[in-house]
């Protein structure tokens, strides 16, 4: 027995140390196989990681790159924005601007049709002035109204010559007779209704300062022929335009 366990003890310590050399080297394998496994997993997963971080990175930039261009086109539309209502602005200016002209054109043409229009009035009522300036000089000249008080007296003969006399006796002399002078006849006048004698007419003429006078005068003279009932028809006109 002990030279069995002394052989076996020979035999066993090669046996051994094959054993520990091939457990050693199955061990160094299988721990080169579990580095490589560990290995690989970590490649692996770094290279996920990896491909996670550069699709993060991927996506950010283009969150960030849309980000930015929505935020240029933002910016460009507020410019244009701000653009659009400042030529806006300018365009109301313009207008506003126009308006006023416009209507201050229109101002100075009405003015002016105005200033024209007086003009023309003025000129028209300065040649109606020297016109009447003219005819006044001229009625002047003969001692016709309005440089003196006038009355015209037309009717048969006696009649006249009794309102005449009547004037004179009241206004003694400031007032000047003129006439009679034969009234010619309407050669278109009715003949059934022509006077039987030729009428006469009398101008009867005062200063100016009597024209009151000769009108009361006149009145009185034609108030004494009513009251006398007389039938035959004076006619009396103070101032007349025209004469004959």
């Known amino acids: 027995m002990p030279l069995l366990h002394s052989t076996l003890a020979q035999v066993s310590a090669p046996i051994a140390a094959i054993i520990a050399f ?18 690989g997993q970590t490649i692996a997963k770094a290279r996920r990681e990896a491909e996670e971080i550069i699709s993060r990175a991927q996506a950010e930039a283009q969150t960030a790159s849309e980000r930015a261009a929505l935020e240029a086109e933002k910016a460009i539309l507020e410019r244009k924005e701000k653009f659009e209502a400042e030529t806006e602005a300018t365009r109301n200016e313009l207008r506003e601007t126009e308006r006023r002209l416009t209507k201050r054109e229109d ?25 009447r300036e003219t005819k006044l000089a001229a009625r002047e000249e003969v001692g016709f109204p309005p440089a003196v008080r006038m009355a015209c007296v037309e009717g048969p003969p006696a009649a006249v010559a009794s ?23 309407d050669p278109k006048a009715d003949p059934r209704t022509a006077p ?6 009398v101008l009867l003429r005062v200063k100016r300062t009597d024209g009151k006078a000769l009108a009361t005068a006149l009145h009185t003279a ?5 009251a006398r009932k007389a039938t035959d028809v004076v006619r009396v006109q103070l101032d007349p335009p025209a004469i004959g």
């Open 107 to 131: 101002l100075l043409d009405k003015k002016l049709e105005s200033f024209t229009a007086k003009e023309e009035a003025l000129t028209k009522a300065t040649e109606a002035l020297r016109a």
């Open 22 to 39: 091939v457990a050693l080297a199955v061990g160094v394998a299988a721990g080169f196989a579990l580095v490589r496994f560990l290995s």
């Open 222 to 226: 034609q108030a004494a022929r009513t």
């Open 163 to 185: 309102l005449v006399e009547h004037v004179e006796q009241q206004l003694g002399d400031a007032v000047e007779a003129l006439g009679p002078v034969e009234i010619e006849p």
């Open 196 to 201: 039987e004698e030729p009428e006469e007419r």
